[in-house]
């Protein structure tokens, strides 16, 4: 079956089609009766968009590092764009229309890890704020604490699986270009932005998600 109109314009710079919840507003106030009485498509909640994958990392911030360290800082921003963080982790981004006041400040916006097409309540994870913002950020983390996050895929306090971020792959990163990203991390401006708390399977979204494709084997 194919997937519905794309409600963004073929323009936007994107390498990654994906599709997004456009009805969590009826789906929230729908009762499970209703759900267990009408056949549910769940393609009749999805259209497709086009991910913005390739974004500008923020510049450093004067002030915000030593100036001995400039050339640690600029590399940390090269990684950056180069790993792509800007495609999940700035709001907007991973439905065509990425919000420059918000680069790297989290999104709204989350990922579904588990199949919405095979279940109707998928888990969901929303891209975090790794701005060094303190309260909605990483402005209380220490820099193993960051470096974990990158390589490990683990969370501030030892938690690991962050299921849709490409770690396996950051995993190879040398010493020197994970000091690098930590370094140019604590050095953007700290954007205060709060995204939706992460959904478990079987529990209902309340906030829009992307889903990366499907594979269906005949």
Known sequence: ?????????????????ALVLASLGLAAC???ALYDSVPYDPLEDYVEVEAATILDAPSALAGR??????????RGEYLVELLGCGGCHTDGA?????????????????IAWSNPLGERNP???YPPNITPDVETGIGNWSDW??????????????????????????ARLTDEDLEAIV??????????????DDVEPGRRATAPFVYFGYYRRR
Request: no cysteine; proline share 10%; hydrophobic share 40%.
């Open 1 to 17: 079956m194919p997937l519905r109109r794309r409600i963004f314009p073929a323009s936007v710079p994107a390498l990654v089609p």
């Open 30 to 32: 729908a009762g499970d």
């Open 65 to 74: 590092y030593a100036p001995d360290r400039a050339e640690q800082v600029e």
């Open 94 to 110: 991973l439905v065509g229309v990425p919000d420059a006041e918000r680069s790297l400040a989290g999104s709204r916006t989350g």
């Open 123 to 125: 888990g969901v994870v």
């Open 145 to 170: 604490q960051i470096a974990d996050a990158v390589r490990f895929g683990v969370g501030r306090h030892g938690t690991g699986g962050i299921r849709v971020m490409p770690w396996p792959g950051y």
């Open 183 to 196: 370094a140019y991390l604590r050095s953007i401006e700290a954007v205060r932005h709060r995204v939706p």
